[in-house]
C-alpha cells in the first residue's frame, strides 16, 4: 500500500525557479530510493535525479545538474525536487516514483508512481 502524493508545478518564467514535492508512505524507507522523472511532448519518459533514503545519496541526469536538487525529510517522509534556472526544455510532465532497494535510471524498475504534475517553463 504504497502511496506517493505529489504537489506544487506551475508555469515559471525562464531562469525561475519552482519546488516539487512528493509525500510517500508505506514504504520499507530503509531500503528505498525516490526518484524524479519527466515526459516532455513527443519524448519518451527521461530521468531527472534520484536520492537514497538512508544513504542520502543524490543522482541527476546531466543536463539539471548543478540546477537541480533532490534532499528528502526525515520528518515528514517528503522528497522535494528545487528546480532553479529552469529553461524552456524544462517543461514537461513531472512525476516522482520509488523503487525497492536497487537505485537504477529506467521507469521499469520503478513501481511506484506519482500522479505527475505539470512544469512549464516560458520563454
Known amino acids: 500500500q504504497v502511496q506517493l502524493v505529489e504537489s506544487g508545478g506551475g508555469e515559471v518564467q525562464a531562469g525561475g525557479s519552482l519546488r516539487l514535492s512528493c509525500a510517500a508512505s508505506?514504504?520499507?524507507?530503509?531500503?528505498?530510493?525516490i526518484a524524479w522523472f519527466r515526459q516532455a511532448p513527443g519524448k519518451e519518459r527521461e530521468f531527472v535525479a534520484a536520492?537514497?533514503?538512508?544513504?542520502?545519496?543524490?543522482y541527476y541526469e546531466a543536463s539539471v545538474k548543478g540546477r537541480f536538487s533532490i534532499s528528502r525529510d526525515l520528518d515528514t517522509k517528503t522528497v522535494n525536487l528545487q528546480m532553479n534556472s529552469l529553461k524552456p526544455e524544462d517543461t514537461a510532465e513531472y512525476y516522482c516514483?520509488?523503487?525497492?532497494?536497487?537505485?537504477?535510471?529506467?521507469?521499469?524498475?520503478?513501481?511506484?508512481w506519482s500522479q505527475g504534475t505539470q512544469v512549464t517553463v516560458s520563454s
Open positions: 536520492v537514497t533514503w538512508l544513504g542520502d545519496d543524490t
Open positions: 508505506g514504504l520499507t524507507f530503509s531500503t528505498s530510493n
Open positions: 516514483a520509488a523503487d525497492s532497494g536497487h537505485l537504477t535510471y529506467s521507469p521499469a524498475g520503478y513501481p511506484y
